[in-house]
């Protein structure tokens, strides 16, 4: 079954979501949501599914950069409410860690420490960043990761299976702009060939 | 929540450091971007996910996660490279072998230097673990020894935690292949070809039986006394030796039930400039995706082989259409009611895959089937389904039926 057990939980998270729907939502199971064609079930299953494939998309794809050996940070500007979701999914792989994940108007932050996760929200990531680096001191920025990254990006290509639908149907724009992408947006270049079958 | 501030304490009060602050050296060598772009070049027909991750608490988790795509579709989850490109092989269709006539400069990591690249791409996101194939080097053993070594520095010394996958090498040790066991997620021996005469066209300088089938013998029987969480799989060039779509599925039954093989790969061959085959034909991509979905019927669908042998043509190949469809055409003699049939018979109809399968059983239990937008809901792909389908008793009319 696609629809989880704690389906509420996603639904909660969902833009679009308001008080109705989740009292809705409540007297249902999950197997129903699953496989009913009842108006109110299909449109809960696709909330549904909506959040999953954003949570799933923003753990593979947005981009840590290091400042120090301390702290991690990112662009992340999701389309439903995960930011703190995705800040702790990061704060578990890179434990004792602080994870720093935002945009312009609002940040997450999480470090998962003995065990425990301590999370705090604030403004813009910038701030937060400033934040810390005035609590921690100065701190060694970028690695050169990125071009490691480019280089390596640019070697799996194999021009003779270019497949512009496929790449665009798996990385969808919006995606790459939730994630702050710009090694795959740019390399992205194409023509009007590309978008019709070749013999 | 609780403040920047106490954020900031805890992590510098921590000594824990998962990753060592070795990375962070001033003093460490800046990579060579030639060397990573000539080493992961070498890797692109590859093909592997990272597709039996480890969770929190040790479990195999069954998806792995894409970090990126390449703009022929095909997903980024690992950082895959070669160790080295020196390759005393002559393989007649790799750009690596010694047999290539447009030798290019040859490259090589030193373990840390790897190791090192590898948890700076994984720290940032960039990838979910390492899939690390080679060239022979001077000799496969110690070619071998310095890939596990890489494995042991990510492992041992900085306790990483991501995907592990080591191509075993043709004709490496027995104690190289259980150390590389010991310490990857998924080890895997490329079968290339399907038979020792094909082999011998491809590769006159591996033998099969014993520098391959033999490896994989190996690691099947390591596999008694070490956890390899993600198993062994392998890969075939598709068409690089004129060999059929029967003879490669003969293979690959063989190695499903004989060698306990978790799965097959199949990149279909594209000839090389300056290598022995670089006039050959290249082989239609659409010849590789027929050979998934014939691999996926046996192991994801549970086909029995003889049900897939209705797919193969008289010269053994299969047509560029939905070998599903061809196979029910020939086995599903009466239309199925969704109504009553079992899961092994739902799933014998083309647009019924195993989740819609499921649903269909689930519904039915508090539910009655009665019209095909029951069945769309369910996620059946009803044009395709439709003809072998029987609906409240009512069939759609194909042409065959007309014709009858």
């Known amino acids: 079954m696609r629809v989880p057990e704690n389906f509420v939980f996603y639904l909660s998270a969902h833009r679009g979501c308001n008080d109705h729907l989740l009292a809705e939502a409540k007297k249902m199971n999950a197997e129903y949501v699953e496989l009913s064609s009842d108006p109110k079930a299909v449109l809960i299953r696709r909330m549904v599914y909506s959040v999953q494939a954003e949570v799933h998309r ?48 609002q940040s997450w932050v999480s470090l998962y420490h003995n065990g425990s996760m301590q999370k705090s929200q604030g403004a813009g990531i910038e701030d937060t960043i400033k934040a810390f680096q005035s609590a921690m001191g100065a701190m060694p920025g970028d690695q050169g990761i990125e071009r490691i990254w480019e280089t390596y990006y640019a070697s799996q290509y194999c021009p003779e299976r270019r497949n512009l639908q496929s790449f665009n149907h798996r990385m969808p724009k919006k995606a790459l702009r939730s994630a702050g992408l710009s090694i795959e947006r740019n390399a992205n270049g194409c023509t009007l060939k590309d978008f019709f079958k070749q013999e | 929540m609780v403040t920047l501030e106490k954020i900031a304490h805890l992590a510098l009060g921590s000594s ?57 579709g095909r997903c980024i989850s690992l950082f895959k490279t070669l160790y080295t490109n020196w390759c005393t092989h002559q393989c007649n269709y790799c750009t690596n072998s010694a047999a290539c006539s447009d030798q290019s400069r040859k490259f090589s990591y030193a373990p840390e230097e790897l190791a090192r690249i590898t948890l700076e791409l994984y720290r940032t996101n960039h990838i979910e673990g390492l899939f690390l194939s080679s060239g022979s080097g001077a000799d496969e053993d110690s070619t071998m020894e310095k890939m596990v070594e890489t494995a042991r520095i990510l492992r041992v010394r900085h306790n990483f935690r991501g995907y592990i996958h080591l191509k075993i090498l043709p004709g490496a040790s027995l104690e190289s292949i259980r150390e590389a066991m010991e310490l990857s997620d998924r080890v895997s021996v490329n079968l290339e070809a399907t038979s020792q005469s094909h082999m011998s066209e491809m590769s006159p300088t591996k033998d099969f039986q014993n520098d391959i089938i033999q490896r994989q013998r190996y690691v099947r029987d390591l596999m008694e006394k070490i956890t390899l969480p993600a198993g062994q799989t392998t890969q075939l060039v598709v068409g690089g030796a004129g060999e059929s779509d029967q003879e490669i599925f003969q293979r690959i039954l063989y190695e499903y039930r004989e060698l306990g ?32 979905q014939m691999d996926w019927l046996y192991r994801i669908y549970r086909f029995s082989p003889g049900e897939i042998e209705h797919a193969f043509n008289d010269s053994g190949f299969l047509s560029n259409s939905d070998p599903k469809v061809a196979i029910a055409r020939k086995v599903l003699e009466l239309a199925v009611d969704p109504a009553s049939a079992s899961y092994a018979e739902l799933i014998r109809v083309p647009g019924i895959g195993p989740r819609s399968a499921s649903k269909i059983l689930a519904f039915r239990m508090h539910n009655r089937i009665s019209k095909r937008e029951d069945l769309a809901n369910l996620g059946v792909r009803i044009k395709r389904a439709g003809p072998f389908l029987k609906i409240n008793g009512w069939r759609e009319a194909t042409l065959d039926r007309w014709l009858k």
């Open chain 1, 58 to 105: 923003m753990r593979g794809f947005v981009r840590l950069k290091a400042l120090g050996f301390k702290i991690l940070y990112g662009y992340l500007k999701p389309e439903h409410r995960i930011g703190d979701w995705i800040c702790d999914h990061f704060a578990k792989r890179s434990p004792s860690t602080i994870i720093a994940l935002g945009n312009s108007n």
């Open chain 2, 16 to 72: 824990f450091d998962p990753l060592g602050a070795g990375l962070y050296n001033a003093e460490a060598e800046r990579p060579d971007f030639d060397k990573i772009a000539a080493l992961g070049k070498g890797t692109r027909y590859d093909v592997c996910s990272s597709n039996a991750i480890i969770d929190d608490l040790n479990n195999v988790v069954k998806s792995g996660i894409c970090h990126s795509f390449t703009h022929d």
């Open chain 2, 261 to 292: 093989i978790k799965r097959a790969y199949y990149s279909a061959f594209s000839p090389i400039s300056g290598t022995p085959f670089e006039s050959r034909k290249k082989e239609p991509l659409w010849r590789e995706h027929r050979l998934y």
